[in-house]
């Protein structure tokens, strides 16, 4: 039988292969009024705040982020399981390729099980990862960020900008699971909506401790005059390794 984990997770990127060219338009046209108003803003001032000069944007669609941190002055690549988007993002500046995070959480663990020669610890050790709005699953989401520690400088940091879940729960109990897509207030051009998986604040601070990260910082950005955050951001470092007893 269909694992509808595995179901849910497929559905997130079939759906944004389907809203790639939908999706590209709405950033090129600041149409999303958030991220005009809030989020974009928020996001690259916490990328500057930890200071990296290199940085990987993880689940990085058409690439605009990338854009805005090659132009501030670092250097910058992203990736995205959709090729359709990434084909979008090399139209501009920066690197890009096409990686799933289970590809990405995939790599990590051959690097563990092949240890020092393995290629895949030869791969560029970035100062901060950046996640922004881009972690949407579960499982695809629990070991991406498991493996990205091992992709950092050490004491690395790790900056997730995603849904404040105070204000994204709506009338739905407080607790985690997967919750319906909708596209509203998007143009009816975006089609599919994927189902996407709701975590509390509590849950997403456990996730972020047993996968080697502290947190340094929490962000609320909100609208002025908005009643709830339009985000939230955890600001997090690389923890240091355990001495040995
Ligand atoms: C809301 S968009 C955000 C894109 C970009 N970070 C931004 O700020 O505009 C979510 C992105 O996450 C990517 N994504 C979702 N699940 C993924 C996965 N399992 N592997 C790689 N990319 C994924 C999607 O392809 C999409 O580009």
């Known amino acids: 039988m269909t694992d509808p984990e595995d179901v849910n997770e497929r559905q997130i990127l079939r759906s944004w292969t389907v809203n790639a060219a939908p999706w590209t ?20 001032e916490a990328v500057a705040s930890v200071g990296a000069r290199t940085v990987w944007d993880v689940g990085c669609g058409e690439g605009w982020l990338v854009r805005a941190l090659t132009a501030a002055g670092m250097v910058a690549c992203g990736t995205d399981a959709v090729p359709e988007l990434i084909a979008q993002a090399r139209r501009g500046a920066g690197e890009f390729r096409v990686l799933s995070y289970a590809e990405i959480a995939n790599r990590a ?29 579960k499982e695809s989401v629990a070991t991406l960020i498991a ?19 105070v204000a994204a729960c709506g009338e739905n109990p407080y607790c985690d699971g997967w ?14 909506p994927a189902p996407w998986y709701f975590r509390t604040v509590g849950s997403w601070l456990s996730l972020l401790r047993r996968s080697g990260f502290e947190l ?10 908005a009643a709830t955050p339009a985000s939230i951001i955890f600001i997090c470092r690389q923890r240091r390794a355990e001495p040995p007893l």
């Open 216 to 225: 340094i910082e929490c962000r609320e950005p909100t609208a002025p005059g």
């Open 25 to 44: 338009r709405a950033i090129e046209t600041s149409s999303i009024a958030s991220r005009k108003l809030v989020t974009d803003h928020a996001i690259l």
């Open 179 to 192: 919750r319906p897509g909708s596209w509203a207030g998007f143009d009816a051009q975006f089609t599919a």
């Open 147 to 165: 493996a990205l520690a091992g992709h950092l400088v050490e004491r690395g940091h790790l900056i997730i900008q995603t849904l404040h879940p």
């Open 109 to 137: 663990m051959t690097a563990a099980a092949d240890g020092p020669s393995s290629s895949a610890l030869r791969a560029p050790a970035y100062d901060a990862a950046v996640c922004n709005f881009s972690l949407l699953g």
